[in-house]
C-alpha cells in the first residue's frame, strides 16, 4: 500500500504559476505510476497527468502548460502549473497505482490510492 499526501496549494492570479507536491510513504515507489487528478465544483473527478519512471501523459486542457516530474530518490510527484487559467480552479489529487501493462491510465477508477487533495484557486 502507499499513503499520499498533497501540497502546494493556493490563490493565484490568472497567468501565474504553482507547484503542487505529492509525497507518498510505503515501500517501492518506484513500481507505481502515479497521476494527478481535478475536480472543480459540481463537476466530475478529471485526469490531469500521470507519469511512470519517464513516460508521461496529460489531459489536452493542460498540455504544454502543466509539466509532471517525479524524483523516486524522496518518493515524490510534483505538477508545475504554469500560465494558470480561472478554469484551474479545481481540488487536486493525487493518485497512484501500480504500473502495469498500461500505465498511464486517464480515469480515476484506474487508482486505487488518493491523497486528501489540495486546493488551487485560480482568480480573473
Known amino acids: 500500500q502507499v499513503q499520499l499526501v498533497e501540497s502546494g496549494g493556493g490563490l493565484v492570479q490568472a497567468g501565474g504559476s504553482l507547484r503542487l507536491s505529492c509525497v507518498a510513504s510505503?515501500?517501492?515507489?518506484?513500481?507505481?505510476?502515479m497521476g494527478w487528478f481535478r475536480q472543480a465544483p459540481g463537476k466530475e473527478r478529471e485526469f490531469v497527468a500521470a507519469?511512470?519512471?519517464?513516460?508521461?501523459r496529460y489531459a489536452d486542457s493542460v498540455k504544454d502548460r502543466f509539466t509532471i516530474s517525479r524524483d523516486n530518490t524522496k518518493n515524490t510527484v510534483a505538477l508545475q502549473m504554469n500560465s494558470l487559467k480561472p478554469e484551474d480552479t479545481a481540488v487536486y489529487y493525487c493518485?497512484?497505482?501500480?504500473?502495469?501493462?498500461?500505465?498511464?491510465?486517464?480515469?480515476?477508477?484506474?487508482?486505487?490510492?488518493w491523497g486528501q487533495g489540495t486546493q488551487v484557486t485560480v482568480s480573473s
Open positions: 507519469i511512470t519512471w519517464s513516460a508521461t
Open positions: 510505503g515501500r517501492s515507489f518506484g513500481n507505481y505510476a
Open positions: 493518485a497512484a497505482r501500480l504500473i502495469g501493462l498500461s500505465p498511464l491510465r486517464v480515469g480515476s477508477s484506474d487508482y486505487p490510492y
